[in-house]
C-alpha cells in the first residue's frame, strides 16, 4: 500500500476540523452557553418552507418610469429652448413616451428640429402641424423598463435589510417580475407596505396665487396640482385633510439624500430628520433662499406631509419632515428614504404566507425522512461490506457535516427541498464508496495483495467517480442558474455535497485506512 502524503493527511484533518466546528452549533440546535466566544457561532438558516414566512410575486409598473422619463424631458426641453432663445407655446408630455411641443405660427421649426437633435441624440424627433414632437428610442425605452427592474431589486433589497429579516430570497422573474421570500417574518402587513412604497420625495412650492376654490371644482391650471395634506390624529383629534395648490414642477428631490433618521420634535413626537449630499445642499439652499417668505410643501408619494413658510435661506443641507407618524412608522419611513426611491410603482401579484406550525411539520417529515433513509444505507452498508462498509459510513458523517458547515459559513439558507439533496447526497457519497470497494472485491479476485488491491481499487475508480460527480455538478449548476426559490435550494445544496463527496470517498477513506493498516500484516480485508 502505497504511502499517503504527509500534506494531504494535515489538509484533510484540518478540512474535518473545521467542518465539524462549523456544524456543530447548528446541529445541536443552536449555540450552546458553554461555547467559546472565539469559536465560529454561525447556524445554518431555514428556509421560507421551514420556518414559515411570506411569499410574495411583485410586478413592476415598467411603463410608469418610461412616462417619469418622458416627464423629466419636458423640463430638459424648456431650459434647452430658453437657451437657445426658442419660443414656444407650450411643453407637455405626450402619450406614454413622447413630448409635444406647440410653437407660434412664426416660430421656424428647422431651428427646433435641430437643437432637438443636437441635444437629445437618443430621440426620435417628428414634425407635426402645430410643432414639433420628441420621443424615445425604442431601445431607450427597453433599457429604462430593464433599470426600473433592476434598481426596484436593488432598493427592495436594501429596504429588507434594514428591516432585519434574516436570509431574504430576490430574484427576477421574467421581464417585470420580481419573486420575494421572507423567511421568519412576523409583520406580513409592515412588510408589504414597505416593500411597496414608491418614496418618491418631492419638495414643490405651494401656488398662492392659484385659485383654490376653482381648483377644487375641477378647473385645475395646467402647471399646477392639487394635493392634500393630512392634520390631526393624535390623542383622539380628528384626521383633516387640507387641500394645497402646489406647482407641478418639482424643485428638489430625494435622490440627493445622504441620510434619514428617526428624531423627535419639542413635544416627544416622533420626526424624521433628512440629510442631503453636497449637491442636494447647495440645491436645497439655493432654493430656499429664492422663496424666502413662500410656502415649500414636502411631498412623498404625491401626500403632502408639511407645507412651512420658509423664514430663511436654509443651508447645511438638512431638513425635518413632520406628520402624524408613530415610532414604528417614522422608522419605516426613514427606512425606504435611506434606501432610494422605486423607479417604478411595484404592485403585488401573489402573495403567500407561510406559518411557523406547517414549517416545524416539515422541519420533522424532513429529518424523519433523512434519518430513517440515512440509518437503512448505514445499515445496509455495514452488514453488506463489512469493515469497509462502515469506513464508508463515517466519511458518510463527515460529507454531511460538511454540507452543513458550508451551508452554516456562507448563511445560506437550508429549505425542504434542500434536506431532499442531503437524502440524496448520502445515496451518491455512499454510491461513491461502493464503487471503490467493488474495484478492490475485483483486485482481490485478481489474486492480488490486500495492500495492492486497495492501490488499483482507488486508482481504477478514481475516473468513474469522477466522470459520475462531475456530470451529476453539471446538472447542480443549470439548476441553480434557471431554477428559481426550492429548486436553487436543492441545488446549492447538491452543489456543496457533491464537492464533499469527492473529497471524503477518495481522500480520506483513503486516509482511514492507511492509519488503519499502516505498520500491519494483513492477509484478509474486511469486506
Known sequence: MRQFPLWKTIVSCVIVLIAVIYSLPTLMGGVP?????????????????????????????????????????????????????????????????????????????????????DEFKN???EEIAEGVRLRLDPKEIAELKKFAVDQSIQTIRSRIDQFGVAEP?????????ILLQLPGLNDPARAKT?????????????????????????????????????????????????????KKR?????????????????????????????????????????????????????????APVLREKIEGGRAQITGNFSMEEAHDLAIVLRAGALPAPVTIMEERTVGPTLGSDSIHQGVISSLVGGGLVILF?????????????????????????????????LTLPGIAGVVLLIGIAVDANVLIIERIREELRLGKSPYAAIDQGYDKAFL??????????????????????PVRGF????????????????????????????????QKLSL
Open 33 to 117: 452557553s458553554w461555547w467559546p466566544g472565539w469559536l465560529p457561532s454561525k447556524i445554518v438558516y431555514r428556509g421560507l418552507d421551514l420556518q414559515g414566512g411570506l411569499y410574495l410575486l411583485l410586478h413592476v409598473e415598467t411603463d410608469k418610469a418610461v412616462e417619469q422619463a418622458a416627464e423629466n424631458l419636458v423640463d430638459e426641453i424648456r431650459l434647452a429652448m430658453r437657451k437657445g432663445k426658442l419660443r414656444y407655446q407650450s411643453i407637455k408630455r405626450f402619450g406614454r413616451d413622447g413630448v409635444e411641443i406647440k410653437l407660434p405660427a412664426d416660430a421656424v421649426k428647422a431651428d427646433l428640429i435641430k437643437l432637438l437633435k
Open 123 to 125: 430621440g426620435v424627433v
Open 169 to 177: 430570497s430576490l430574484q427576477k422573474q421574467g421581464e417585470e417580475r
Open 194 to 246: 414597505l416593500i411597496g412604497r414608491t418614496a418618491r420625495l418631492e419638495f414643490k412650492l405651494v401656488d398662492e396665487k392659484g385659485d383654490l376654490a376653482a381648483a377644487l371644482a375641477g378647473n385645475i391650471p395646467p402647471d399646477d396640482q392639487l394635493l392634500y395634506e393630512e392634520r390631526g390624529g393624535k390623542k383622539g383629534q380628528p384626521v383633516t385633510r387640507q387641500p394645497l395648490l402646489l
Open 250 to 306: 418639482t424643485n428638489l428631490t430625494g435622490d440627493l439624500l445622504t441620510d434619514a433618521r428617526v428624531n423627535f420634535d419639542q413635544f416627544g413626537e416622533p420626526l424624521v430628520s433628512i440629510t442631503f449630499n453636497h449637491q442636494g445642499a447647495r440645491k436645497f439652499a439655493q432654493l430656499t433662499g429664492e422663496h424666502v417668505g413662500e410656502r415649500m410643501a414636502i411631498v412623498l408619494d404625491d401626500k403632502v406631509h408639511s
Open 381 to 413: 452498508m455495514g452488514i453488506y461490506y463489512k469493515g469497509f462498509g462502515w469506513l464508508a459510513n463515517v466519511a458518510v458523517v463527515f460529507n454531511v457535516c460538511i454540507v452543513l458547515a458550508v451551508l452554516a459559513a456562507l448563511q445560506a439558507a
Open 464 to 485: 468513474t467517480i469522477l466522470d459520475s460527480h462531475v456530470t451529476t455538478l453539471a446538472t447542480a449548476l443549470i439548476l441553480f442558474q434557471f431554477g428559481t426559490g
Open 491 to 522: 441545488a446549492v445544496t447538491l452543489i456543496i455535497g457533491i464537492v464533499s463527496s469527492l473529497f471524503t470517498s477518495i481522500t480520506l477513506t483513503r486516509m482511514m485506512l492507511h492509519f488503519i493498516l499502516r505498520n500491519r500484516r494483513i
